[in-house]
């Protein structure tokens, strides 16, 4: 069975620095996320990491926001630099990426979410 804790949300002033840790148990990393939703709206993805290393990022966070992998922890990572307030939202992380018929895509297993909280 595969579970996926996240941690390390929190409230920072903005430029602040948070990182979010998600540990995975019986998946191994193959592609897994990171995404955020605010109250009142859609989902959005932040970052995504491939078995290969790769990561993609949205625009909104490209270049203040790394994902990483510690796979001896199997445990992905969201550092976050320079937060602002339009960061603030509730973070999950998302693994078993699957594609589909229509080319749209989703995750099959998501943890519980840590709130991120930026003030200005």
């Known amino acids: 069975q595969v579970q996926l804790a996240e941690s390390g949300g929190g409230s920072v002033q903005a430029g602040g620095s948070l990182k979010l840790s998600c540990a995975a148990s019986?998946?191994?990393?193959?592609?897994m996320g990171w995404f955020r939703q605010h109250p009142g709206k859609e989902r959005e993805e932040v970052a995504t990491m491939r078995s290969a290393g790769s990561a993609t990022y949205a625009d909104s966070v490209n270049g203040r926001f790394t994902i990483s992998h510690d796979s001896a922890k199997n445990t992905l990572f969201l550092q976050m630099n320079s937060l602002q307030p339009e960061d603030t939202a509730m973070y999950y992380c998302?693994?078993?990426?699957?594609?589909?018929?229509?080319?749209?895509?989703?995750?099959?297993?998501w943890g519980q979410g840590t709130q991120v909280t930026v003030s200005s």
């Open positions: 998302a693994a078993d990426r699957f594609f589909r018929t229509d080319g749209s895509y989703d995750y099959n297993y």
């Open positions: 019986g998946y191994t990393l193959r592609t």
